[in-house]
Structures are given as C-alpha cells and as structure tokens.
C-alpha cells in the first residue's frame, strides 16, 4: 500500500527545467548538455523507446525514472529496462520511489510487457531496501565490454 500522496504521471514540455535538475542529481553532478538534450528529446519523442515517469507532489517534480521497451529472443512481446530511478532528497522515504516502481509495473501489465528488469549496485543500500520488497534478485553476473 503507497503511504505517499504524489501523482504519478507522464513527463510534459514543461517539466524541462526541473527534469535537468533530478537528472543532474542523479548524474551526481556529471553533466553533459549534448546527452541531456538528446535524453529529453528522447523523452518526448512517442516513437522512442526510451519512457519516463514523474512524481508530482506539491507543486514539484519530486522523483522520475526512465525506462526502454525492447523486445527479446524467447517472447513476442517486449520486455522494459528500468533505469534513473530517483527521489529529491527532500522529498525521500515517503514512498515515492516505491510508487513509481509499482506504477510502472502496472503500465507493463496493461501494455503486457514480459518483464521489468533493473540493475542496482550492491553497495546502494537504500536501492537493495527499496528493491527487496520489489521484484527477485537473481543470481547473474554482469559482464560490460566497453567498446569505445
Ligand atoms: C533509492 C531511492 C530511489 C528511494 O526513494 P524513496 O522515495 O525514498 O523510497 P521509498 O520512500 O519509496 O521507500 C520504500 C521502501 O524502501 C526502503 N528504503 C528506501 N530508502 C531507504 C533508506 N534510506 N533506508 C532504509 N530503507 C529504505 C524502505 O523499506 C522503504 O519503505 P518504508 O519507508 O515504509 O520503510 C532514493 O533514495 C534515491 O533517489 N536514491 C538515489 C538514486 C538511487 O540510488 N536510485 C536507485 C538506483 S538503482
């Protein structure tokens, strides 16, 4: 059950300016105004696969998280990758995040995703709280190959 009165709903032009500074946020101060750009147009754009989501509440833009619908081998519908889960400090462990997370999975029901599936590192302990209570964690390993 969300403990939280925010209203979850789809990123808007106008939300440009406090998008910038979550996303900053959560970029941990590492900017690059060539990506955010291309990210926001992404954001926007209906034919892209890259989505987000917004927490409203009041009168501010208190969390987002971004998700990408990709198909798989194995199934016919697509799976959603979830990314940039984030919360404004300000406005944390009033069950924003958990919300989203929940409001996300309901849109893929709808939309019949196979999956929602999101990476967290192991030492973020608020993410691995959060997480528990959200989906299963398994058992991979995650390989990256970094080709540029
Ligand atoms: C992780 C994060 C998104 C959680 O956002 P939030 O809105 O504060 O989380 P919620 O209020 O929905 O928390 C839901 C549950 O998660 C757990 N949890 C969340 N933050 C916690 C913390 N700091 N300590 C312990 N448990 C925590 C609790 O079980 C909590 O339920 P409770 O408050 O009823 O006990 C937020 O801390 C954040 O933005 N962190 C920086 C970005 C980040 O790490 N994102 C995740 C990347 S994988």
Known sequence: MSKTQAIIDDIRPAD?????RLWDANNLGHKNEVVSNETWRRLLDPASPVKGLVARLDGQLAGLVHYIIHPVTGHIEPVAYMQ?????????????????V???????????????????????????????????????????????
């Open 102 to 148: 929940l409001h996300l999975a309901e849109l893929g029901r709808r939309n019949k995703w196979v999956r929602l599936y999101w990476l967290a590192e192991a030492k973020n302990g608020e993410a691995q709280a959060l997480y528990r209570h959200l989906g299963a964690k398994l058992d991979f390993s995650l390989y990256v190959l970094p080709l540029h």
């Open 84 to 100: 940039d889960l984030f919360v404004d400090p300000a406005f944390r462990r009033k069950g924003i995040a958990r919300t989203l």
């Open 16 to 20: 440009r300016q406090a998008w910038q």
